[in-house]
């Protein structure tokens, strides 16, 4: 099996993921909308669940680190660990 460079180095779509069957948005939850500095996540109101609204994200970590569930995933990129 032969692979490119673009299978290899594949970024994910958005820099901050929330795992949806975690996140309690629902019941009340905001602590990861109210810890970014940028304002780049919110809470899609249809669904009871935050997603990244906005991809400008400074990899500054207090949305994964204070989410209570552990539904918000930071992607740093290779070159920024």
């Known amino acids: 099996m032969s692979y490119t460079p673009h299978d290899i180095f594949q970024r994910s779509s958005a820099a901050v993921t929330i795992d949806e069957s975690l996140c309690i948005a629902d019941k009340g939850c905001t602590v990861c909308v109210d810890v970014c500095p ?5 809470i899609d109101m249809t669904k009871g669940k935050a997603y990244m609204q906005f991809d400008e994200c400074w990899y500054c970590m207090p949305c994964e680190r204070d989410c209570p569930t552990g539904a918000v ?8 660990r």
Do not use: G, M, N
């Open 38 to 42: 940028l304002d780049l996540l919110a």
């Open 73 to 80: 995933k930071v992607e740093i990129p290779y070159l920024l």
